[in-house]
Every structure is written in C-alpha cells, then in structure tokens.
C-alpha cells in the first residue's frame, strides 16, 4: 500500500511564501510523473505544477515566476516552494505521484490528502 503525506501548508501574507512537502511511503519501485493541483472554494482542481523524471517542468500560468516544484528521489519526497504569494492562490493543494509497486507491471495514480493554503492580511 502506497500512502502520500503533505504538510506545510498554513496562514501567510500577501507576499509571503511557503514551502508545501509530500513524501511517499510504502511498497514503492518507481515513481514517475509527480505534481501539485489546487482547488479553490467552489471551483475545479487545476494542475499547479508537474515534474517529470527526466527534469522537465511545467507550470500554470498564474504562479510561473512564483512557485518551484522540486523532488528529492532519495527520499520519496516532492517539494513546492511558493514565494510572492496572493489572496488568490488561495485553495487545498494535492500531490499527485504515478507510482509502480513492487510486483506490480503497470504504474497508478495517487493523492495526497490534501492541505490547506490561506493567503491573507
């Protein structure tokens, strides 16, 4: 069994950052494709940030220049550090891993639980 868990969201200011974290656990053989989403009160999850394993980014327009996304593959862990923060990115953000499992042939996807990021004065 394959458990995301993130931490690190939180309260900031207009302008503030946060860095949100997500480390994968259990029976693990690869990860590929990571990401963050969001969603905002009373709207559809968005894809925030992806990083796949050979390094290639991408990122939604409103936090490019903003927001990093990072993995640290040793530990299972991905990374979003966001700096210049706005009222706006305001949401629950998910991590996202394509996982294979031990024995398993074939990748699938998994999420995190979710946390919370409230920008506000």
């Known amino acids: 069994q394959v458990q995301l868990v993130e931490s690190g969201g939180g309260l900031v200011q207009p302008g503030g950052s946060l860095r949100l974290s997500c480390a994968a656990s259990?029976?693990?053989?690869?990860?590929?494709?990571v990401a963050w989403y969001r969603q905002a009160l009373g709207k559809q999850r968005e894809l925030v940030a992806a990083?796949?394993?050979?390094?290639?980014?991408n990122y939604v327009d409103s936090v490019k220049g903003r927001f990093t996304i990072s993995r640290d593959n040793a530990k299972n862990t991905i990374y979003l550090q966001m700096n210049s923060l706005e009222p706006e990115d305001t949401a629950v953000y998910y991590c996202?891993?394509?996982?294979?499992?031990?024995?398993?042939?074939?990748?699938?996807?998994?999420w995190g639980q979710g946390t919370q990021v409230t920008v506000s004065s």
């Open positions: 996202y891993n394509y996982i294979q499992t031990s024995g398993a042939y074939s990748y699938n996807h998994y």
């Open positions: 259990g029976n693990i053989l690869n990860i590929g494709i």
């Open positions: 990083l796949t394993t050979g390094g290639t980014t």
